[in-house]
């Protein structure tokens, strides 16, 4: 069994930057794809960005692209996101999941363990 906590969240203002912290326990992150992915009110969730358990896999939503950064620490069990050049849109209950296995996807139903997520808010 894996937990995963997210942290990071707040308000900040459009333009702004958050950096958001996925930490595991119960079981090492090593041998797991982690996936970011968010909610924003009255829509669906969607996938932001992943990263293979060795960190050289990445993939990321075209929304985020160029904005966004996913990198890991397996020694620590964490997985972060930088999120850069923050806009309104942005605005989501961030979650972090992860799934054994090597390849990124951008599919939600394929990640076994989730965090309770974290607010990000972007003001304008």
């Known amino acids: 069994q894996v937990q995963l906590v997210e942290s990071g969240g707040g308000l900040v203002q459009a333009g702004g930057s958050l950096r958001l912290s996925c930490t595991a326990s119960?079981?090492?992150?090593?041998?797991?794809?982690v996936g970011w992915f968010r909610q924003a009110p009255g829509q669906e969730r969607e996938f932001v960005a992943g990263?293979?358990?060795?960190?050289?896999?990445?993939r990321y939503a075209d929304s985020v692209k160029g904005r966004f950064t996913v990198s890991r620490d397996n020694a620590k069990n964490t997985v972060q996101l930088q999120m850069n050049s923050l806009k309104r849109e942005d605005t989501a209950v961030y979650y972090c999941?992860?799934?054994?296995?090597?390849?990124?996807?951008?599919?939600?139903?394929?990640?076994?363990?989730w965090g309770q997520g974290t607010q990000v808010t972007v003001s304008s």
């Open positions: 990263i293979s358990w060795s960190g050289g896999g990445t």
């Open positions: 999941a992860a799934r054994l296995g090597d390849t990124v996807y951008s599919n939600q139903n394929l990640y076994r363990y």
């Open positions: 119960g079981r090492s992150f090593s041998g797991y794809v």
